[in-house]
């Protein structure tokens, strides 16, 4: 463990030895929803046209995890789709899902298995042409035993979640593409899977109604917690994902940790996954001739993303979109701050996001706050690399008078200046965000501040957040 602000907090404390965090070793304590190991599928075997569709695949995939399978034409990604999904058999290897030895079932276990756990999303929508809309969202329902009125229900609850519920007696082919897609999005979930699979599910669709999909996907992941693993040769979309898988020629090349993705999702790490480069270190190598400024630039709208992320829990994508559109104007400093408020508070035909004023005044002044105190960390933290010592304090109480508006409890003089020690450390960077939200948490006489569980959270989150603004870690 390589962590010098164990034994500094130690000293300054009360001399207490503090709780041992788990190091990278003991943090695999979350089993994978998906493991594949040493898979291959391959097609004529031993004959000269012997092809391989998948060609030794390990791979793992976490609960709650939003995975893109990338790679052009023909690289094996639908067929890895498939095994997923208990659809093709492998020829070589195991995949299990939620525990289970795919292998081990019989065929009939593994078309229940397949409508139990997993929600599929095609291309071409594959809804049936002679089916209303809401018979081909219950569909799946039939084979399990469930009233005809419940199912019926049950549809129309998903149909008018995704804003398809007046369409629910018409045919499929009555409905534009996005229209369509959104009904096959309701079938793949009536059964209210864990998993949820898709096959180039945008790639038909104009760039808004595609647009309009990702974010279904998106909210499905992030506040229904469904593991989205979805195929794309479409690189626009991989910022949606905590993971890309790329593949090439039946092979993983490459996985890439989206760390931005992390942020917004405010979670730990999953187990054993390393730290990976960051956004901005990507950046960097894609375009080494850009200055750190125009970096900056490009980053905004990926910034924006998380900064509105951070602002919402239950808004509808429309406003996200008009929201991050609005805030990355913001952080560019292309609109003022009166002018974010006026987009916040007027109405969706206007442009505008629609929110009633006091929560558009609210948000503004967050994404103020939360944008003005990142330009106060960056300028105070070239201070302390020359040395001006009594402005990185400054910077510390600034930072943390930010950080306990999200605090309700109180705190002794001690805890704060713990708070102090956790947050000078966090801006030096000798701590990650995980260390800092357990530091937090941990019992003050355990060498911690002494907060609880959700204040660390919510407290770490937001820092994380105005540090990303700056320095985009
Ligand atoms: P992707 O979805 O990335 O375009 P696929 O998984 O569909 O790729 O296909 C991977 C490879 O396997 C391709 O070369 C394809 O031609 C081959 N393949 C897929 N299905 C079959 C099949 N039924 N018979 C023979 N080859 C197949
Ligand atoms: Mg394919």
Known sequence: MNSPFLTTIDLKNTGTPPVDLPDDQNEIEEKPIIRIKDLSVIYFAGKNNESRALDGINLEIYSGEYIIFFGPSGSGKSTLLNIIAGLEIPTVGKIFVDGQNLAHLSSNDLNNFHRKKTGMVFQTYNLIPSLSVLDNVILPQIFKRVRSQERKKNGRILLKKFNVDSFENRLPQDLSGGQQQRVGIARALINDPPILLSDE?????????????????????????????????????????????????????????????????????????????????????????????????????????????????????????????????????????????????????????????????????????????????????????????????????????SLLEEYNGELSLSQVAALNKGIEYRLLSKIGKNEFQEYLDRPFENGGVGMNKRSARNISRKFEVMMLLKFGR
């Not at 909210?219 to 626009?236: D, F, G, M, Q």
């Not at 974010?340 to 508070?345: A, Q, R, S, Y």
Request: net charge negative.
């Open 201 to 401: 599910a945008t790639g038909n669709l104009d760039s808004e109604a595609a647009q309009n999909v990702l974010e279904i996907f998106n909210s499905l992941n992030l506040h229904e917690k469904k593991t989205v693993v979805a195929v794309t040769h479409n690189p626009e979309q991989l910022f949606y994902a905590d993971r890309i898988v790329y593949m090439k020629d039946g092979k993983i090349i490459k996985i890439e940790i989206n760390e931005q993705r992390k942020i917004i999702r405010g979670e730990n790490e999953y187990g054993g996954i390393k730290k990976e480069r960051t956004e901005l270190d990507l950046l960097l190598q894609a375009y080494p001739d850009l200055s750190s400024m125009q970096l900056q630039v490009m980053m905004a709208p990926f910034k924006a993303k998380m900064l509105v992320a951070y602002l919402l829990s239950n808004f509808d994508y429309r406003e996200i979109e008009i929201m991050e559109a609005a805030v990355t104007r913001r952080l560019l400093k292309t609109i003022s701050q009166e002018e974010l408020f006026e987009i916040f508070d007027s109405s969706i035909e206007s442009g505008g996001v629609g929110l009633n004023k006091n929560t558009a005044l609210k948000f503004s002044a967050l994404v103020e706050e939360v944008a003005v105190k990142a330009d106060f960390i960056q300028e105070e933290a070239y201070g302390v690399r020359e040395n001006k010592k009594s402005s990185f304090e400054r910077t510390i109480d600034e930072v943390r008078k």
